[in-house]
């Protein structure tokens, strides 16, 4: 395993992806996954919105946009934050098995007239749980170090209080305490919010 660079510090938004996957291992070695490109979507918007993420990046360095999509915030370019965390080998994905209709539809683009619970019964790929590798873990404790201990605390709740939820909770929340993320929602109803 190549050393980690000691001038090491959080400047730009792979970063932040980084210690999110990170952030509540203070029990354990090994980090919680987080399972599926949706939640893990919720996840950095709820860390703009509540954990002012925002205050640690690099002058000139621009956060993902979210913008208001088909399952809530939504910006494609947090797809290729994983992909080149995966490229680079500082975060693996791997498939869970478990069902998450949500994860496929938005995935899979097939919003048009679909019914997601209807999709949890039929066959279609699970979504992936998006873990560090172990240089990984290396690399984004050590980013975490660098954080201010309140920007650090933030992050950590966020992790601790959001990704375990079911899917479906965790877009109910973000739904209704940010309405305006998800003006363009073609699952309300499905949620129970319409």
Aim: glycine letters at 4%; proline letters at 8%; hydrophobic letters at 40%.
């Amino acid at each position: 395993m190549p050393p980690v660079n000691p001038d090491l510090r959080v400047e730009n938004r792979i970063d932040i992806v980084l210690v999110l996957l990170r952030a509540g291992a203070e029990c354990g070695p090994e980090p919680e996954p987080v399972v599926g490109i949706t939640r893990l979507m919720k996840l950095l918007f709820l860390l703009e919105k509540e954990a002012s993420i925002t205050q640690v990046l690099a002058s000139g360095e621009r956060y993902f946009d979210f913008q208001p999509y088909d399952m809530g915030p939504f910006d494609a370019d947090v797809y290729d934050a994983i992909e080149f965390l995966e490229d680079v080998k500082l975060v693996k994905a791997t498939p869970t098995g478990r069902s998450a209709a949500e994860d496929a539809v938005e995935r899979s683009r097939l919003l048009a007239d679909v019914d997601a619970d209807a999709l949890a019964q039929s066959e279609y790929t699970p979504p992936e749980a998006f873990r560090l590798t172990a240089t990984g873990v290396d690399v984004a404790r050590k980013l975490l170090e660098t954080l201010p201990a309140e920007v650090r605390a933030s992050l950590e709740r966020v992790k601790r209080d959001y990704n375990p939820m079911p899917l479906r909770d965790l877009l109910r929340y973000v739904y209704r305490r940010y309405p305006d993320a998800a003006s363009y929602s073609r699952i309300r109803a499905q949620l129970g919010l319409e």
